[in-house]
Nanobody, 126 residues
Framework: QVQLVESGGGLVQAGGSLRVSCTAS????????MGWFRQAPGKEREFVAA????????YYVDSVKGRFTISRDNAKNAVYLQMNSVKPEDTAFYYC???????????????????WGQGTQVTVSS
């Protein structure tokens, strides 16, 4: 069992940076691939980024490539999303996600997620 708690959301100006964090409880954090999804009002939940169990592989949706960086620290049971050069289109509720037995990071759909964090709001002003 894994419980995910997120923090770091808030208001940021376009072009600025923000880092959201997710801390997990439980002893098996390192056995899960971790990811970030986001959902804007009126839209479906969208995959943003994922990182493999050991942190050696990452994958990003095209719209954030070169701007966002996902990382993890298994010793701290934590995963992070560094958001640089943010755009108003990045405004959304961001969710931390955990998935066991994920083979392909780019095939992670929201419905296959094992555990979700409570989410944190990120608002980018223009």
């Amino acid at each position: 069992q894994v419980q995910l708690v997120e923090s770091g959301g808030g208001l940021v100006q376009a072009g600025g940076s923000l880092r959201v964090s997710c801390t997990a409880s439980g002893r098996t954090f390192s056995s899960y691939a971790m990811g970030w999804f986001r959902q804007a009002p009126g839209k479906e939940r969208e995959f943003v980024a994922a990182i493999s169990r050991a942190g050696s592989n990452t994958y990003y949706v095209d719209s954030v490539k070169g701007r966002f960086t996902i990382s993890r620290d298994n010793a701290k049971n934590a995963v992070y999303l560094q958001m640089n050069s943010v755009k108003p289109e990045d405004t959304a509720f961001y969710y931390c996600a955990a998935k066991k037995d994920l083979l392909l990071l780019w095939r992670w759909v929201s419905g296959a997620t094992d555990y979700w964090g409570q989410g944190t709001q990120v608002t980018v002003s223009s």
